[in-house]
């Protein structure tokens, strides 16, 4: 099993669409969380980090649960700008660990 | 702040050569840098973790021999990839924290190097 899984996509949606994200992380001695987005060919850049109280930004919401070990990212009123690869991020210790990645396409 | 600088962003060298990668920190000081790797539709892998001053921690199934790290002052660690074949083909990236190695002050990552092996 993969430390941190989601669901890989794509995620087809149009313009103004809300969007969720799923992540599940299986090492629970895991200390902090985050969101990256990873455009096409180009490094990780730090989204958000997520709380167990929640934390928004903006149009971006992220959630924790860690007695399910779950993480969750929506977005809402999607723009074309969104599309990009969103990646789950979990740290334990001085590590980061990375899901693969879910794939967000908004189209006009 | 927290700038990360990688060079060179991309790089095409003939199979047995090594290549040299840098990362710098910028505007702050890394007394641990990581380095990872990421293949066509892959997540980023870590590779190993670069700490000042002395040796780096490699990942299982990563050979030290061949990614050689390098971290002589605070503000920049090197990556020689050892004669290089097709497979280490990838795209590689840095990364550091102004939080000195603590995962939850969230990372500052390179702009990455994309290394092609002939």
């Known amino acids: 099993r993969k430390e941190v899984e989601q669901d890989p996509g794509p995620f087809n949606v149009p313009e103004g669409a809300t969007v969720a994200f799923n992540c599940t992380y299986s090492n629970s001695a895991s200390q902090s969380f985050f969101w990256y987005r990873q455009d096409c060919r180009k490094e990780p850049k730090l989204l958000m980090s997520v709380y167990s109280s929640g934390n928004e930004d903006g149009r971006f919401t992220a959630q924790l649960n860690r007695a399910s070990q779950y993480i969750s990212l929506l977005i809402r009123d999607s723009k074309l700008s969104d599309s990009a690869t969103y990646l789950c991020?979990?740290?334990?210790?001085?590590?980061?660990?990375f899901g693969a990645g879910t794939i967000l396409r908004v189209k006009s | 702040g927290a700038v990360v600088s990688q060079h060179p962003s991309w790089v095409i060298c003939k199979s047995g050569t090594s290549v040299k990668i840098e990362c710098r920190s910028l505007d702050f000081q890394a007394t641990t840098m990581f380095w990872y790797r990421q293949f066509p539709k892959q997540s980023l892998m870590l590779m190993a973790t670069s700490n000042e001053g002395s040796k780096a921690t490699y990942e299982q199934g990563v050979e030290k021999d061949k990614f050689l790290i390098n971290h002589a002052s605070l503000t920049l660690s090197t990556l020689t990839v050892t004669s290089a074949h097709p497979e280490d083909s990838s795209f590689y990236i840095c990364?550091?924290?102004?939080?000195?190695?603590?995962?939850?002050?969230?990372?500052?990552f390179g702009s990455g190097t994309r290394l092609t092996v002939v």
């Open positions: 991020v979990v740290g334990y210790g001085n590590k980061l660990v």
């Open positions: 990364s550091a924290s102004p939080g000195q190695g603590r995962s939850g002050y969230g990372y500052t």
